[in-house]
């Protein structure tokens, strides 16, 4: 008995030790992606999916136990947003997501910190436009010390814990996003027309960067700025509030912005506080009703049209917010966008 139980031991002891010696050969290093194709344009899927606030809608681990607790930063789809949750299941436990590179309608790129097993992996997420709609390709990767290394191993490996919940969280975020109503170039019409010049008081903002600075924040202090001094001087807003586009540098990142707000006729600057007027000339005009998020699909199909029908841009491009977001509904939200163009051929004739 005691024979059969040294050999019983000696080959637990060999096991274990072959376990341990392979699982140290294995890589520290790891990636798992999946990839699926959405029927979307990508800014809408971009939208969608970089916003923590979407996670609980579409993630397989929230699916796992709906009855988690989660927190979330105030602003949600930038650079530094923070999603956090806890969870009584060992599954899903208790862990946090911080965004920490965005590229609009290119990638994401997030800090996924599992507090459960102290664990800190990168969450990657790329967009790409085809023919079919938009390829969207979600994967993890990170580093493995011994032991971590040794419990994969026993457990099949990265390839085999991760790549099921990624397909299974690609198709959640490819179910939700096709079945929103689609903002697409087709649901846009256009109209060329003479613009009539809009007289008004403006800030300007110069160097901000899309992927940090592109928020309500950025708003609401241009136009605080614009109505003290407006309410200091008396003057009345006569139109809704505006934002003109001198510069959107998608290479680099930067964008220049002037909010204005409509007035009946200007007179004195003060300070930041300039005084502006639209310019006069044809323009192109179409209207965006839904999210500021998904604004960009109203840009793309703009820009379409203007190709198409043998325009040039000759100016800055403006926003009229026509109705309030703290007052109506985010699908309700309706945003003139105005483009000034000339015939693309009258540059030629000159």
């Not at 969608?48 to 930063?73: C, G, N, V």
């Not at 000339?281 to 049209?305: C, D, I, L, R």
């Amino acid at each position: 008995m005691k024979k059969f139980l040294l050999i019983l031991l000696l080959i637990i002891v060999v096991v274990i030790g072959g376990v341990l010696i392979y699982g140290a050969t294995q890589p520290s290093d790891y990636t798992v992606e999946r990839e699926i194709t959405i029927d979307a344009p990508i800014s809408q899927v971009y939208a969608y999916a970089s916003d923590l606030k979407t996670q609980p809608e579409w993630s397989p681990w929230a699916q796992i136990d709906t009855a988690m607790s989660y927190e979330m930063s105030e602003s949600t789809n930038t650079v530094g947003a923070t999603y956090s949750w806890s969870s009584e299941n060992k599954e899903v436990g208790v862990g946090s997501l911080e965004t920490i590179e965005l590229v609009e309608n290119e990638s994401v790129k997030q800090t996924l910190r599992f507090e459960t097993y102290g664990s800190e992996s990168l969450v990657f997420m790329n967009f790409e436009e085809t023919e079919e709609g938009t390829k969207v390709t979600w994967g993890n990767s990170g580093s493995m010390d011994f032991m971590p290394k040794v419990f994969v191993t026993l457990a099949g490996g990265m390839e085999k814990m991760l790549a099921p919940s990624f397909e299974q969280g690609l198709e959640n975020l490819k179910n939700n996003i096709e079945n929103m109503p689609k903002e697409e170039a087709t649901a846009y019409t256009f109209e060329v027309m003479q613009n009539t010049p809009v007289a008004f008081y403006s800030v300007k903002r110069e160097g901000m960067n899309m992927d940090t600075d592109m928020n309500q924040e950025l708003f609401a202090g241009m136009y605080g700025e614009i109505g003290a001094f407006m309410g200091e001087n008396g003057i009345e807003m006569t139109g809704a509030p505006m934002a003109i586009y001198h510069k959107w540098d998608e290479e680099n990142r930067v964008f220049d912005v002037e909010g204005a707000i409509p007035v009946a006729e200007t007179g004195k600057e003060s300070g930041n506080i300039h005084a502006g007027m639209t310019p006069e000339g044809m323009v192109v005009k179409t209207v965006h009703v839904g999210s500021y998020e998904t604004g960009g699909n109203a840009h793309e199909a703009m820009y379409a049209y203007i190709m198409e029908n043998n325009y040039q841009i000759v100016g800055s491009v403006w926003e009229v917010y026509v109705n309030d977001p703290s007052e109506v509904a985010e699908s309700e939200l309706m945003t003139e966008i105005y483009y000034p163009v000339a015939p693309a051929d009258a540059e030629a004739a000159e």
